[in-house]
């Protein structure tokens, strides 16, 4: 385990669990990049309008060295705090990210994260938002991302906790042989309440997507889910596949989703689905049958539920440590700190 400190006039002790030692941190506080504006290795890490947020520029092949983006919240400030994070990866570049928010008190934040991504042609992005703030955060992320010919685009988002989360996720393929792979998780309990709003428009032909996003609601909590794929006219042969699967714990617990398909293109395949569903009490017998505690009972089935989703994560070790704490925040064990500084990955 490494250990790390935010900045010298913060007292609190950053515990980074990230198994991979190739992992380059990076790191901004209340939307101020900390390091050194730099340009190395066909890497350039630069500030944003104003000074805030990030701004980076991709040259060549870097799967082999992924970088995380710790974003946390320190100071109480008065009105809402806004910037812009921008990914840009020019033809044949690659790079894995991993975006990580965090508060470091339980102020009642209000933060916007304004997140662009331009993929230039047969270039591949792999980026994981992990969200974990506190019980009274109000929580923004509006991203959106622009595909070119045969580009890749791979996007996780994993919500763990906050008290307002909104998601806004928007994909524009105008370019033929684009990929675009969307998953999400969020957990959810106490009165929190989390949205996701997922677009994907198809506007050139032999291009694909595919979104899968789940829930798990427990208590009072509420969560929507709207997604859309628009295939415009001309963007034949598309392939565009949407789902999304919840899980309510109790009786109090709401979800609303509307999967949606704008279809102007005849050789295409389209498809969505949705479901919300309880527990399932035959499986929760056959395993309480064979000795399984109910608790346990109920948690394998939640991590089954899951597992299709931490499965797109691209690399092992930090899939694995993603699924011990999903395990983590469903058993409850996030409630036992202030804060969420010492639970991320």
Sequence with gaps: MKEYIYMPEVRRVFRCT?????IRQVFLVDGVLQEEETEKNGIILKRGPEEKGLYMRVQGDHFGETIQIISVRSEDLPGPLEFTNKWELEPGAGIQIIVCDHT??????????????????????DILFMQNENIRSHYRLDLIANLDKGSQ????????????????????????????RMDGLFLADGEQDIKYDISVDHNAPECYS?????????????????????VAPGAQKTEAYQANHNLLLTNDA????KPQ?????????CSHGASIGRMDEMGLFYL?????????????????????????????????????????????EFKKCSNCTMHCC
């Design 210 to 230: 595919r979104q899968l996003f789940k829930g798990i609601l427990d208590n009072h909590s509420r969560g929507s889910f709207n997604g859309a794929i628009k």
């Design 18 to 22: 990230v198994p991979d030692e190739n």
């Design 104 to 125: 470091l008190n339980e102020h009642l934040y209000q933060t916007s994260r304004f997140s662009k991504i331009i993929l230039g042609e047969d270039a591949c992005l």
């Design 288 to 332: 309480r049958s064979r000795g399984i505690s109910l608790a346990e009972a109920k948690m394998l089935q939640q991590m089954a539920f899951v597992e299709d989703v931490l499965a797109g994560i691209r690399t092992e070790s930090i899939r694995e440590r993603l699924e011990k704490m999903v395990e983590s925040r469903l058993r409850g």
């Design 254 to 257: 709401k979800i609303t989703t």
């Design 153 to 180: 685009l791979d996007c996780h988002v994993l919500s763990f906790y906050g008290g307002i989360i909104n998601n806004k996720l928007h994909a524009v393929m105008n370019h033929p042989e684009a990929v675009c």
């Design 261 to 269: 398909l704008e279809i102007y293109a005849d050789d295409v395949k």
